[in-house]
């Protein structure tokens, strides 16, 4: 089974930066992409930035300009870091990785999930 764990976010003030890491690991094989996804209150999970293997990267228009998204592939890591915070950036921030790995039967692809770390933007 593959598991991400979640790291950085907390409480961070306007203006300023959060950065979160996300380490997967079980038997994987070949990762296609990874990626953060965040969840508001009341609103639906979306897309925040995700990262290739050709390195091409997608964003939220909210957060264009102001993001940095980095992947390790030796050590499965992910990394976000999001600049000039906004209140509406408030969410729980999601790991999510698009890997082959052995399922304890076969090997298959796969779309899995962190856990979930907590961001809250407020003074």
């Known amino acids: 089974q593959v598991q991400l764990v979640e790291s950085g976010g907390g409480l961070v003030q306007p203006g300023g930066s959060v950065r979160l890491s996300c380490e997967a690991s079980?038997?994987?094989?070949?990762?296609?992409?990874m990626g953060w996804y965040r969840q508001a209150p009341g609103k639906q999970r979306e897309l925040v930035a995700s990262?290739?293997?050709?390195?091409?990267?997608k964003a939220a228009d909210s957060v264009k300009g102001r993001f940095a998204i980095s992947r390790d592939d030796a050590k499965n890591t992910v990394a976000l870091q999001i600049d000039r915070l906004k209140p509406e950036d408030t969410a729980v921030y999601y790991c999510n990785a698009d890997v082959e790995a052995y399922t304890g039967s076969t090997y298959a692809r796969g779309d899995y999930w962190g856990q979930g770390t907590q961001v809250t933007v407020s003074s």
């Open positions: 990262i290739i293997n050709s390195g091409t990267t």
């Open positions: 079980g038997s994987i094989i070949s990762t296609y992409g």
